[in-house]
């Protein structure tokens, strides 16, 4: 009996050891070579400029491929805090309105203030909440502030400051929200 026992034994060990030993080849075999280190001499430099994020206050505005008439808008803060909102033409020109009359007043004397003592005033729509702009002026100086409320929050940016009476007023925030809007708003007329 004893050795029919270890024949049994013998026999099941013969069948399982090469089974076990071909299931650690199939593992190894599945398993995928290590990646190729790439030499120096292999990278090739790209003519692609490098993206950064942006610094700074920004503002975007494009049109949404599937929904004619609707753009969608994001404003952001030095700090990087932004909004954004989806809006439509007639709201875009609200806006439009507001930049032009805060720009055209902050290009004047009226209602100039001291440097220690800044005058502000708030351009608003009763109709369009979602936009305000605020011009700081001193007396050589006007600041623009951009600010847009929507269900997302609510954030105020610095749009830059122009000098009175300065034929290169440089390029404030203000100008470049006022251009994009323009361009957008004179393609639906």
């Known amino acids: 009996m004893q050795s029919k026992l270890v024949s049994?034994?013998?026999?099941?060990l013969?069948?399982?050891?090469?089974?076990?030993?071909?299931?650690?080849?199939?593992?190894?075999?599945?398993?995928?070579?290590p990646p190729k280190q790439t030499t120096p001499k292999e990278i090739v430099p790209?003519?692609?400029?490098?993206?950064?994020?942006?610094?700074?206050?920004?503002?975007?505005?494009?049109?949404?491929p599937e929904t004619p008439n609707q753009y969608s808008l994001l404003l952001?803060?030095?700090?990087?805090?932004?909004?954004?909102?989806?809006?439509?033409?007639p709201q875009l020109a609200l806006f439009q309105a507001l930049l032009v009359a805060a720009k055209d007043f902050g290009q004047t004397t009226e209602s100039a203030g001291t440097?220690?003592?800044?005058?502000?005033?708030?351009?608003?729509?009763?109709?369009?909440?979602?936009?305000?702009?605020?011009?700081?002026k001193t007396a050589t100086h006007s600041r623009f502030y951009v600010s847009m409320t929507c269900l997302a929050g609510k954030v105020t940016v610095?749009?830059?400051?122009?000098?009175?009476?300065?034929?290169?007023?440089?390029?404030?925030?203000?100008?470049?929200?006022?251009?994009r809007v323009n361009e957008v708003v004179g393609e639906n007329k």
Request: aromatic share 8%; hydrophobic share 35%; net charge positive.
């Open 76 to 89: 952001t803060d030095a700090e990087k805090r932004s909004v954004a909102g989806t809006f439509i033409t």
């Open 14 to 33: 013969i069948v399982f050891v090469p089974s076990a030993d071909s299931l650690g080849q199939e593992k190894r075999e599945k398993q995928k070579p």
């Open 115 to 136: 440097t220690a003592k800044p005058v502000t005033t708030r351009f608003t729509d009763k109709g369009e909440p979602s936009f305000a702009i605020d011009v700081e």
């Open 158 to 179: 610095d749009a830059g400051t122009i000098k009175r009476g300065s034929k290169d007023q440089g390029n404030p925030l203000m100008f470049a929200i006022l251009s």
């Open 8 to 12: 049994v034994i013998v026999f099941s």
């Open 46 to 64: 790209s003519n692609k400029p490098i993206l950064r994020a942006p610094t700074g206050p920004g503002f975007y505005l494009e049109r949404i």
